[in-house]
């Protein structure tokens, strides 16, 4: 089997939107799929008996449908999907989400190569934490780092659009098609390098895709920067509490001049395992950046749990 075929095998079981699409098997099983293809020598058009006579009826019946083959011929031949099959696939994501691994991602641009940092955060900052996010993208520029986020207004576009003037690559994981209306709305700003995206070309935003958006987020980085969170409050709170409890990366939670509930979100964050970065330390964030691009954790680690030990 080669590379070619398993992503077209992957795109017509579990790509969103295309002909017929109702809805996905469970992604889980896309391993077994790829495993089945790879050890018979299969092609996509041919390995519906096959999955067949190992259970896999729906992915079979999918395979058997040569609209939705076709579709995922001209996605993979545009360039549209990175699957686990292709040798470009995020490393990141096989080691650390392993059975939730996206087996079909879309994309637009280049997935840059090289160590990446994520920079998330609240829509709504304070002017301190607007300079935070834009100084923490120019820093990660300055040390080769590619910054990954979500697409959204604040933290995410400060960082972006910082690390892009600097000269830096950037990678957007966005929550809608990206070809949907959503997309269309952020024109105004300078693309990212790569944008990427579960969503069916068209699909709108949904809150349960940007839930699985943050983990991607997360799941991307080598460490990750949470610049404002409210405790207990919007996605920002909610995608750092499920990445610490499942230890997906290291997390540094900034803490500086901001609201009480936000003040509170990071000092909460910090007791689940996140490394404090203090924006009073005028050095402090470019050597933490430092330390990301060298792989290692920073010095204030010493003081936290031992959860991120396995990374370094």
């Known amino acids: ?12 079981i579990y790509g969103r939107g295309g002909p017929n699409w109702v809805q996905n098997p469970p992604r889980y ?88 940092v994520g920079i998330v955060g609240s829509r709504v900052l304070n002017a301190s934490e607007r300079k935070f996010a834009r100084t923490a993208g120019a820093s990660a520029s300055r040390n080769n780092l590619t910054v990954v986020s979500g697409g959204a207004n604040g933290t995410d576009q400060y960082a972006v659009m910082a690390c892009a003037a600097a000269g830096g690559a950037t990678v957007e994981i966005w929550p809608y098609g990206l070809g949907s209306t959503d997309a269309a709305a952020r024109l105004h700003r300078p693309a990212p390098t790569c944008a990427l995206s579960l969503c069916a070309d068209s699909e709108p935003f949904s809150s349960g895709m940007a839930l699985a958006r943050n983990l991607l987020i997360y799941a991307m980085s080598s460490q990750a920067i949470v610049v ?18 499942r230890r997906v990366t ?27 970065l203090v924006e009073a330390a005028p050095s402090s964030l470019d050597a933490v ?24």
């Open 1 to 12: 089997m080669s590379a070619h075929e398993g992503a077209i095998a992957l795109c017509t």
């Open 289 to 312: 950046m430092m330390h990301i691009a060298a792989g290692t954790l920073g010095p204030s680690i010493s003081a936290q749990p031992p959860l991120f030990a396995h990374w370094v």
């Open 228 to 245: 404002a969170a409210r405790f207990k409050t919007g996605g920002s709170w909610h995608g750092a509490v499920d990445a610490l409890r």
């Open 250 to 276: 290291p997390i540094w939670v900034r803490q500086g001049v901001a609201d009480p509930e936000t003040q509170r979100g990071a000092a909460a964050l910090v007791g689940l395992g996140a490394m404090p």
């Open 29 to 116: 099983r896309w391993a077994m799929v790829l495993d089945l293809m790879q050890s018979q020598g299969l092609s996509a058009s041919g390995a519906a008996s096959a999955l067949i006579r190992k259970g896999l009826h729906e992915e079979a019946a999918l395979l058997r449908d040569s609209q939705r083959l076709e579709w995922a011929h001209q996605c993979c031949a545009r360039g549209k999907i990175l699957t686990p099959a292709h040798p470009g696939y995020p490393l990141l994501w096989r080691r650390r989400l392993m059975a939730q691994t996206p087996p079909v991602v879309f994309v637009r641009g280049t997935l840059p190569s090289g160590t990446t």
